[in-house]
Every structure is written in structure tokens, then in C-alpha cells.
């Protein structure tokens, strides 16, 4: 039996590499893990949290002008982008230290250094120039917002982790893409008082959610305010004298602003990562390949969370690396289950999904029923607030099975959580009808979707 420095080396620190790490150690294995930047990875650090924090802090301005009817008066309210940007930078770096000391209870050794594959079974320590070996190798080193070089002066542009560290808010921003980032980065900068447009490549923003849903949020953000510009793609950027950037569009337009801000997907961290040395399969996009178990071609060799890009969610990364520690240390093998994954995207109004969307559902061959229900929330009727929410079941005509549920509103993140656990355990509408609604809530809508708004035929075509 060869001896190995370590039973598992982990590179990258992030949700993913850090759930793995603790639990391979805890259980008494020699386990090391490198980390280039910072422990945390994207969603603690340049993600999920500090992106939730600055939502929040946007929302104050809706909020408080729906203070008014309630009997507030809060004139002076006066926003201060510095205290903003860094109690949330203070707040990832406390997250970042709870990380690290859950690795050092664990007893993983931290190795801050960039760590490539030499082999199956050796890791080279870039900085330190020094190479380890270990029985395993696990990789966990997420991915990077893609700006696409190919674009004239696309270097001009920032992404969502130069976006946290701003010296200045800006007067004005133009947002590329319509998925998740720049939704979510557009509901902040409007909400935070920001010009903002957004430019987007195809018809309708939040490709790949129902259309209902898509149709209902375009529709809200261009109500506050927020443009949207669509069949565009930026062709050039330009830095003017005054400081602004100049984006040139394809459909002729264009639009000067403070910043320009990549929005437009993220890719794999492979490069150089030296995985060609062992032999490691990629896949078009360079993500590693990996089967249900996460392993890749290479025996000694595996490969979680966004790196994989199989679903990029922070939970389906820690879900992964779980079932990784049950597959290879617990003696319980554990494919991970992707499928009636929730997702939420944190914009105004924000959405929660799970499921079939109605097309994926009809693309299957399925009859449907659709419920829908859309309505101003009392909260929001009281205000003076225009926001309306949109629910939406999609329901298997033949066997009543909820399919796939779709709410855009306040707290549509909240509910589609628990949505979520009815979906996975494929409950019928039935189901749904027979729970005593909540009230008053919005989400008591979700149990009250009396008749349908459309309903195929059940016999087939
Ligand atoms: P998304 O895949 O959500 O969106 C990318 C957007 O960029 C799409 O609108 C896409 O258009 C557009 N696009 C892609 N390539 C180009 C191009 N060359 N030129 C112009 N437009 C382009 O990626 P994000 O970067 O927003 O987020 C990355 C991932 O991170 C998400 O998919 C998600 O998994 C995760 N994430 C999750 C969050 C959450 O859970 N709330 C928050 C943020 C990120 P098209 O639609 O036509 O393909």
C-alpha cells in the first residue's frame, strides 16, 4: 500500500470544499484543504451573502415609503454607500473566520496557497514550490463571473464581486444579462437609487423560469423604473473624459453610465488548475466531469459544486460533498439527487420556483391543469404600493400531481421552500386543497386556487 501525505486533499475552500473537509476529518482522516483567496468561497464571500445583505439594504427605500400610510414619517432617511459596503465586507470576513474555525475543530490543515494536480495522487503548493500527496483528491474550486474578451473593451466592464467593493455608488448603471446576477444586482442598484438599465440578449428576462413568471417580473422592475433593453448585446465599451463608460449596443443604441457591469453567466475554474496532468475529463464548458457519485474518470480524483456546473447552488454543492463523505468515508454509497430543486432569485419582485416550469411540463407530454392567481398583498394595498404577487401551480391533468410551483412577490423565497417539500413528495392538488389556509397571509393564495385557468384534456392527442 503506498503511504500518502494526506487521505484527502480538498482545493478550494467554499461551500462545497469546506462541508467535505470538516466531516472527512471529523471522522479521524487526515485531511488538508488549500484555499488561494480567502476561506469561504463565492457564496460567503463574493455571493449569496453579501448579495442578500446589500437586498436588503435596498429594500429600505420601498419600505420606507410604504411607511407613510402606517403612520411613519421618516423624511430624513439618507442612504451611505461606505457604511453599506463595509459592515458587509466586516460581516463575510466574521462568516469567512467561523468557516476556518470549523475546519480547525475538525482538525483539517489549512494550506493558504494555490494548489494544482501534478497526478492522480499529488498536489502542487504554487507559492509554498512545494508538492504533497494524498489517497484522495477532491476538486472544490468553484467558478468566476465570464466577461467575454471578445468584446471590445470589455475590461471596462465590472462584475458582481468588483460591484461589492465600490469606492463610490454610482449615479448610473448599465447591467449586462438577464439571469439571476443581474436581477438581482439591478433590484439593488435601482432600489439603492441608481439609474439602472439592464441589456439583455433575448426576448424576455429569467430564461428558463416559467413564462408566466418571467412576463410578471419584466413587467414590475420597468413599473420601478428599471430599463430594459432587449434583443441587445453590448458590441463595444468606452471610457469617456468625465469618467462614464460608453457602451455601444448591437441594435445601434448608446448608453453612457457610471459603471457597466458583466451580468452574463461564470465559468468553471479550470484553467491551469493542472488537471490535465492526471488525465481529468472536462466537459464543453470546462467543467470537470463527474458522475452521480462525483467522480470523475480518475479514480483518486473528484469534483463538487460549481466546478461540476451541474446546478450552481450553494446547497446542491454542500449536498454533494455530503454525499461525497457518505459514498467515499462512510461506507453508505450517495448519488446526489438534482432533481424539483427550489430556487429562489432575490429581485423585486422576488421569485420562487420548483419543478416543472409549464413548458418543461408540456415538452414532457404532460396534460395539465394550471391554477394562477395574481393580487396586491394587503400590506401592499394598504401602502399604496403597486406590487402585485403571481402564484402559479402547474398540475398534472391525469394524476393531480403539483408538478411545478411558481410564485413572484414579497417572500416568494420564503414560501417556495416549503413548497418545495410537497413537490418532492409529489402531493396532489387534492393534497394542496385539503390544508387549512394561514391567515392572513399571502401565501395562504397557494391553498385556495379554487378552479383552474386552463385545462387540457386528459385523453392524448
Ligand atoms: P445566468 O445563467 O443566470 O444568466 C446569465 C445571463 O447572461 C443570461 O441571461 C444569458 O442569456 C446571458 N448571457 C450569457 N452569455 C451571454 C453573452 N455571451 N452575451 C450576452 N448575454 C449572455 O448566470 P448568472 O451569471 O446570473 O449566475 C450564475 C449562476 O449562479 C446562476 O445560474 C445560478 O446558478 C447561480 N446564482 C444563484 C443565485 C441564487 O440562487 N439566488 C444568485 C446568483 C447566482 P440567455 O438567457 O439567453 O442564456
Not at 114 to 138: C, F, M, N, P, Y
Not at 221 to 243: D, F, H, T, Y
Request: charged share 20%; glycine share 8%; net charge negative.
Amino acid at each position: 500500500m503506498p503511504t500518502y501525505d494526506y487521505d484527502l486533499f480538498v482545493i478550494g475552500a467554499g461551500s462545497g470544499g469546506v462541508r467535505a473537509a470538516r466531516l472527512t476529518g471529523a471522522l479521524g482522516k487526515r485531511v488538508a484543504v488549500a484555499e488561494q483567496v480567502q476561506v469561504g468561497g463565492t457564496c460567503v464571500l463574493r455571493g449569496c451573502v453579501p448579495k442578500k445583505l446589500f437586498v436588503y439594504s435596498s429594500e429600505y427605500s420601498q419600505n420606507f415609503r410604504d411607511a407613510k400610510n402606517f403612520g411613519w414619517s421618516v423624511d430624513w432617511a439618507r442612504f451611505d454607500w461606505p457604511t453599506l459596503r463595509d459592515n458587509v465586507q466586516n460581516e463575510v470576513n466574521r462568516l469567512s473566520g467561523l468557516y476556518l474555525q470549523n475546519l480547525e475543530k475538525s482538525h483539517v490543515e489549512i494550506i493558504d496557497d494555490r494548489a494544482i494536480v501534478q497526478d492522480a495522487h499529488t498536489v502542487r503548493l504554487t507559492r509554498e514550490g512545494r508538492s504533497v500527496t494524498a489517497e484522495k483528491i477532491l476538486i472544490a474550486v468553484g467558478g468566476h463571473t465570464y466577461r467575454p474578451s471578445e468584446t471590445k473593451g470589455y475590461e471596462y466592464g465590472i462584475t458582481s464581486t468588483d460591484a461589492f467593493l465600490l469606492e463610490e455608488l454610482p449615479a448610473s448603471i448599465l447591467i449586462a444579462g438577464g439571469g439571476y446576477i443581474a436581477l438581482e444586482f439591478a433590484t439593488v442598484f435601482a432600489g439603492l437609487g441608481v439609474e439602472t438599465t439592464i441589456v439583455y440578449r433575448g426576448e424576455r428576462v429569467l430564461r428558463g423560469f416559467d413564462h408566466d413568471i418571467r412576463a410578471h417580473v419584466q413587467n414590475d422592475m420597468l413599473r420601478q423604473g428599471v430599463k430594459i433593453i432587449c434583443g441587445s448585446v453590448i458590441e463595444e465599451i468606452a471610457p469617456l473624459a468625465n469618467g462614464k463608460k460608453l457602451a455601444k449596443l448591437s441594435n445601434s443604441m448608446q448608453v453612457e453610465a457610471d459603471q457597466v457591469m458583466w451580468a452574463v453567466g461564470r465559468t468553471p475554474n479550470t484553467n491551469s488548475l493542472g488537471l490535465g496532468n492526471a488525465g481529468v475529463e472536462l466537459t464543453e464548458r470546462g467543467a470537470v466531469k463527474v458522475d452521480a457519485y462525483s467522480r470523475t474518470n480518475v479514480p483518486s480524483i473528484f469534483a463538487v459544486g460549481d466546478v461540476t456546473d451541474r446546478v450552481n447552488l450553494t446547497p446542491v454543492a454542500i449536498r454533494e460533498a455530503v454525499a461525497f463523505v457518505n459514498t467515499e468515508y462512510r461506507g453508505t454509497p450517495t448519488a446526489t439527487d438534482h432533481a424539483d430543486i427550489a430556487s429562489a432569485v432575490f429581485c423585486s419582485p422576488p421569485v420562487g420556483a420548483v419543478g416543472l416550469t409549464e413548458e418543461e411540463a408540456r415538452a414532457q407530454g404532460h396534460k395539465l391543469k394550471i391554477f394562477r392567481t395574481g393580487f396586491r398583498s394587503m400590506k401592499h394595498v394598504f401602502a399604496g404600493n403597486e406590487q402585485r404577487s403571481l402564484m402559479k401551480l402547474v398540475v398534472d391533468a391525469k394524476t393531480d400531481v403539483v408538478l411545478g410551483v411558481h410564485i413572484a412577490g414579497p417572500d416568494a423565497p420564503e414560501m417556495i421552500q416549503l413548497a418545495a417539500v410537497t413537490v418532492k413528495a409529489r402531493l396532489t392538488k387534492a393534497q394542496w386543497d385539503s390544508t387549512c389556509a394561514v391567515h392572513p397571509t399571502a401565501a395562504e393564495e397557494l391553498v385556495l386556487m379554487g378552479e383552474p385557468v386552463s385545462h387540457d384534456n386528459e385523453a392524448p392527442a
